[in-house]
């Protein structure tokens, strides 16, 4: 792989995280309501549903589902209900028990942060457009298969990893800000609203 698809695949991944979608909706919405730690376990779920779309793309699972607008539709509809789902129990959470909230997840739900990363960019159709269809216009048929697929992988990994950790921290920030009761049941609001708003922009990807 030459040094300019290189690039372009940088930009492509840059651009493709940056934008608010539902992993970064996501990814703040658990660092405003359970804090840095559930935040960063999302992120290294969100990488890890990355590197499945990546391997299933490489293998071919892409063109299938390109070319079934059925099945397309039921993954990116399992999403929508999913994020939504995990934003109403935020909300739900913060109003009904709001030292709980603030407190039992980071000890007791460390796999259900990383958990709903994966899901999330698994079930995300921007994801998977962007995996599944866009990817292997970079990769050069007369090059080594095997080291172009590791380099675009690790590549988006580390691109990915990067972005939505900094929109983590960004948000964790903001969540120190305000430790009142009062202030922490916004921030429920908040954050479960963000993943409402998640599933929303995957609702109407196209």
């Known amino acids: 792989m030459s040094l300019e698809p290189w690039l372009a695949f940088v930009a492509a991944c840059i651009v493709l995280t940056l934008i608010p979608g539902p992993s970064v909706m996501l990814v703040v919405g658990q660092a405003m309501t359970k804090g840095k730690k559930a935040a960063l376990l999302?992120?290294?779920?969100?990488?890890?549903?990355?590197?499945?779309?990546?391997?299933?793309?490489f293998l071919g699972v892409g063109a299938i589902l390109a070319a079934s607008a059925v099945l397309f539709q039921?993954?990116?509809?399992?999403?929508?209900?999913?994020?939504?789902?995990?934003?109403y129990c935020q909300i739900r959470d913060a109003?009904?028990?709001?030292?709980?909230?603030?407190?039992n997840h980071d000890t007791s739900s460390?796999?259900?942060?990383?958990?709903?990363?994966?899901?999330?960019?698994?079930?995300?159709?921007?994801?998977?457009?962007?995996?599944?269809?866009?990817?292997?216009?970079?990769?050069?048929?007369?090059?080594?298969?095997?080291?172009?697929?590791?380099?675009?992988?690790?590549?988006?990994?580390?691109?990915?990893?990067?972005?939505?950790?900094g929109y983590a921290l960004i948000a964790e920030r903001a969540r120190q800000v305000f430790q009142s009761k009062r202030a922490r049941k916004r921030i429920g609001y908040t954050g479960g609203t963000f993943m409402i708003g998640g599933s929303v922009l995957m609702a109407t990807t196209r």
């Open 74 to 87: 039921i993954v990116k509809w399992s999403g929508v209900f999913y994020l939504a789902y995990l934003g």
């Open 110 to 165: 460390a796999l259900g942060s990383l958990w709903a990363g994966a899901v999330t960019a698994i079930l995300n159709p921007k994801a998977i457009i962007f995996y599944m269809a866009f990817v292997t216009q970079f990769i050069d048929p007369t090059g080594n298969m095997v080291l172009q697929m590791s380099i675009l992988t690790l590549t988006s990994t580390v691109v990915v990893a990067v972005l939505l950790a």
């Open 42 to 57: 999302c992120v290294a779920g969100d990488v890890l549903g990355g590197i499945v779309l990546m391997l299933l793309s």
């Open 95 to 103: 109003r009904n028990d709001i030292d709980g909230f603030a407190q």
